[in-house]
């Protein structure tokens, strides 16, 4: 028999509780249908993993993009991805030479058709923050790999105080410390917006907030899976699981 390796990521972030019971009470809105499991093809060795879903591509109000440290796919309607998928490693989270935040600058893509396009100026004194859900601090192997992160296209609308600049940020870190601290050789972050309904007068409703052309997510996901060797049989992975939804 083969021995159980997964286990629970536990980890404690401000209002996750609540956003928790919200998927929960979201799920008893109608009947459970069968979830399909994707299969990974290993070994996945590069910093991006080989693409295995062939049902997700584009469609009439999605593309897909493979960049240098991500894969997206982007929500002409909502104007921001749909998810963002990291495959993070110890040589993917090294520095490149000369790389620089700073150097850095949020864009509009250009792969999008102008009108469907996220814009920069959506943003302007809106009150949201642009939160990338591939974190530049995971793209340092190359500048051109973290400016790809600065597009908006890996870009949704997120709370700033308390949020973004806070739990979000600490998120991101743990994820990376998987690796440099846990010991963990392959980290995959599955990252995307979320909108659960709230109950108003008996009812079920999903409302969100514009800015401009651009959704507001009432709350953003996070779907980590990471493996290593088991340390009782170098012959065997090691598995750990854990999903995460945070209200915005």
Known sequence: MFRRTVERISFV??????????????EKLGPKLP??????????????PEFPWTGWRDTAINDLFERDAY?????RRLRHPN???????????????????SKSRFLEDLDIPEKFR???????????????MAPASDAKFSQAAMDQTFLLTNIAPQVGNGFNRDYWAHFEEFCRRLIYKEGFENVYVFTG????????????????????????????YKVILADRADKDD???????????????
């Open 13 to 26: 972030i401000g209002g996750a509780l609540l956003g928790a019971i919200g998927l929960y009470e979201y």
């Open 35 to 48: 979830v399909p499991l994707p299969t990974l093809k290993p070994p996945l060795t590069s910093i991006v």
């Open 71 to 75: 894969i997206t796919s982007y929500n």
């Open 83 to 101: 998810w963002v998928l990291e495959h993070l490693t110890e040589e993917s989270l090294k520095r490149g030479e000369g790389v620089d935040r």
């Open 118 to 132: 996220a814009r920069l100026a959506d943003y302007v004194k809106s009150g949201y923050d642009r939160g990338h």
């Open 193 to 220: 917006p979320a909108y659960l309904p709230k109950k108003e007068n008996d009812k079920w409703y999903v409302k969100y907030e514009m800015i401009g052309s651009i959704a507001v997510p009432t709350h953003f």
């Open 234 to 248: 170098p012959k065997k992975r090691f598995y750990a699981l854990g999903a995460f939804l945070m209200p915005n």
